[in-house]
């Protein structure tokens, strides 16, 4: 089931990136004291009072400005508003109620999303009690006095945005077919694949990037079989967009990805793997979904018996946290390779699902920790009692030790490695959990 995605909005400058770096419990979005710096959209995933929820950071919302770049940010933090389920509204307490805050919360409510109204840099609130009060005139409700930097008062913000979630189960009976997502840059190709499918031009295509503006559900049928495909605006390049305004789109990619089964990443055979689709694929990757990477515009490219072996080598060389993904050349203009994709879909869905009894299991262990010994440490050497499955979707598996100090990360890849050795599970993460016992 798809997390609800809370969205951080409010004019530049008034600790929207702060509050993000609080919650997400690291520093990951750039702070500085000056208007428009957040440099990146960020997301991550919070949990509270027993719901995960995926917070996203914005650019500033400057309503009147006619600066091209702010307009543009303008624009691109609607779009994170739209894809919302709560907006957490960010003002400053200490630069007062402005024309900007009250053009901004009539965005919001035209935008018919539960709004939040939080009031950021409240260290005092006996100091600040009259200017905070001063927010009731916006006509959002009660504002919540926060102050990020010192974590005060966020708790009952949180909890206010709890009350507002979607709830996690509609009581309708859960779709099984299965959901693909297609994401990847502008451009490359991505409705296109699905008007392929489809036989007909349903999705806007057009040679000008991110023409998508919207992340469209549509059913496909293949040899009986339904499948439902997920169609996302693309993230836009650096050498195409300033910095400022790189990632605007990730919001809907982030929720496309957790709607979904498998994630189709879809590479421009013409441009090459870039940063960006390390990026996307890193999504997938994070959240445990099946990968397929596929390169479009395969016809379009002048080839030599080397051309495919030296493409796959520079995606695993730029992917290379997740060789387990399946690469098809495909193009969706011709139709070349097209009918494989379902073929690979059915495949890494079975692997997602697959279940290795515990017996199993510890047969491929026992021959691992025999063909390798674990690592020690002054003297001490690292016991692998059992290994146990615990879960699908991505295959989950619980390895019990005597010290998970000595359990060092290249030991669990190198028990992976032999796991998938005799398993496959290609095109799907695995995840394993290590567990401290005594002998």
């Excluded at 307490?93 to 409510?109: A, E, T, Y």
């Excluded at 080397?306 to 969706?332: C, G, H, V």
């Excluded at 691992?368 to 692998?384: E, F, I, S």
């Excluded at 699908?392 to 998970?404: A, D, I, Y």
Aim: hydrophobic fraction near 40%; charge should be neutral.
């Amino acid at each position: 089931m798809s997390k609800p995605i809370v969205a951080i909005v409010g004019r530049p400058n008034v600790g929207k990136s702060s509050l993000f770096n609080m919650l997400a419990g690291r520093r990951i979005a750039i702070v500085k004291d000056e208007p428009g710096i957040t440099r990146d959209r960020i997301y991550a995933d919070v949990d509270w009072e027993g719901r995960t929820f995926t917070v996203i950071d914005t650019g500033g919302i400057e309503p009147e400005s006619a600066d091209p770049m702010l307009s543009k940010m303008r624009e691109q933090a609607l779009i994170a508003v739209n894809t919302a389920d709560v907006v957490i509204f960010m003002t400053d307490v200490q630069m007062g109620l402005s024309d900007d805050d009250v053009g901004v919360s009539n965005i919001l409510r035209r935008s018919g999303k539960p709004v939040i109204l939080a009031v950021n840099k409240v260290d005092s609130f006996r100091k600040y009690e009259s200017d905070v009060y001063e927010f009731y005139n916006l006509g959002l409700g009660d504002p919540f006095p926060i102050s990020a930097t010192e974590k005060q008062g966020v708790g009952d913000l949180l909890s206010e945005v709890v009350k507002h979630l979607p709830g996690e189960s509609s009581g309708q009976e859960e779709d099984e077919r299965p959901k693909i997502a297609i994401v990847g840059r502008p451009n490359v190709g991505k409705s296109s694949m699905i008007n392929r499918y489809l036989g007909k031009d349903r999705l806007i295509v057009s040679e000008v990037a991110g023409t998508t503006r919207d992340a469209i559900d549509t059913v496909v049928k293949h040899h009986g079989k339904e499948y439902i495909f997920v169609d996302t605006a693309g993230l836009r390049r650096k050498n195409k967009i300033k910095e400022e305004l790189e990632a605007y789109m990730i919001a809907r990619t982030v929720s496309a990805v957790d709607r979904s089964d498998v994630v189709v990443v879809v590479i421009d055979a013409l441009e090459g793997v870039a940063e960006q689709d390390a990026k996307i694929a890193g999504i997938a990757h994070d959240r445990g979904k099946g990968v397929i990477i596929a390169v479009n515009k395969w016809d379009a490219l002048e080839k030599n018996d080397k051309t495919i072996y030296e493409m796959s080598r520079k995606i695993q060389q730029t992917l290379s946290f997740m060789p387990y993904a399946e690469i098809l050349f495909i193009s969706a203009k011709t139709g070349q390779r097209m009918d494989k994709l379902f073929a690979s879909i059915d495949a890494v869905i079975e692997n997602q699902n697959m279940r290795v009894q515990t017996g199993v299991l510890n047969e491929i262990l026992a021959e691992a920790l025999a063909m390798q010994q674990p690592p020690t440490d002054k003297g001490r050497r690292l016991k692998v009692f059992y290994m146990t499955q615990t879960g699908v979707k991505p295959p989950t598996f619980v390895l019990f030790v005597n010290s998970m100090k000595l359990m060092h990360y290249s030991y669990t890849r190198y028990i992976e490695n032999k796991v998938r050795e005799a398993f496959g599970f290609a095109g799907t993460p695995l995840r394993f959990i290590v567990k401290e016992r005594k002998q």
